[in-house]
């Protein structure tokens, strides 16, 4: 059973749609983690969220930390295709940085 | 700065064989960890480290062992490789243990 559950697990879309992804658990965690992969490469972190509530902007990306620290999403205005990536969430119980299965979105040109 | 170096890039082998992935970073940092990614499964930890001499079991463990000797690096064996293997693998690390974690590119491994 995964710590993190990330859904859908697989989207796809037109260029210039909006789209949520989200992150949820049955457990709380001290900060949150989104990163962007892309094919034959690591992980690359895009924001950390620390406190309840809290919401970030990255360009057109937008985070949101869950109130109880339990959840996030993820959300992406007028997507393009360099959007196109798998999207890990990932979070800290403790020492151990624990991910998500990944959100694997592509758009359409 | 080279950041987090993975070597082999690419490894196949045969049951039973035995190998070690190295892992490598030049950023200082205390937190270092190896994670699987599988189709559909995610990354998942299978160990990890929070200073050198320190080593921990994540959550796939089995079949696998580290050690960590200086901060530098940190190699993953693999005893008696086996065909549930073949996956990629990814050696990670962070300042400390809030903060963004740096991936190496992967050792992607292949066990006929």
């Known amino acids: 059973t995964q710590l993190l559950e990330q859904s859908p697990q697989f989207l796809s879309i037109q260029e210039g749609e909006n789209l949520t992804v989200y992150c949820n658990s049955s457990?709380?965690?001290?900060?949150l983690q989104w990163y962007r992969q892309e094919p034959g490469e690591g992980p690359v972190l895009l924001v950390t969220?620390?406190?309840?509530?809290e919401v970030k902007k990255l360009k057109r990306l937008t985070f949101q930390f869950g109130d109880a620290r339990k959840d996030s999403s993820l959300h992406i205005t007028a997507a393009q295709p360099g959007d196109t990536g798998l999207y890990l969430c990932a979070g800290l119980p403790s020492s151990r940085l624990t991910f998500g299965e990944g959100t694997q979105l592509t758009v359409n040109p | 700065n080279a950041g987090v170096t993975q070597t082999p890039k690419f490894q196949v082998l045969k049951t039973g064989q035995s190998m070690t992935l190295q892992c490598a970073q030049d950023?200082?940092?205390?937190?270092m960890s190896w994670y699987r990614q599988d189709p559909g499964m995610g990354l998942r930890l299978i160990h990890y480290?929070?200073?050198?001499?320190?080593?921990d079991q994540g959550e796939v463990p089995n079949g696998y062992n580290v050690s960590r000797s200086t901060t530098e690096d940190f190699p993953l064996r693999l005893l008696s490789a086996a065909p549930s293997q073949t996956s990629v693998y990814f050696c990670a690390s962070r300042r400390g243990e809030s903060q963004p974690q740096h991936f190496g590119d992967g050792t992607r491994l292949s066990i006929l």
């Open positions: 480290s929070v200073g050198a001499g320190i080593t």
């Open positions: 969220v620390v406190t309840g509530g």
């Open positions: 457990s709380v965690f001290s900060s």
């Open positions: 950023m200082n940092h205390e937190y």
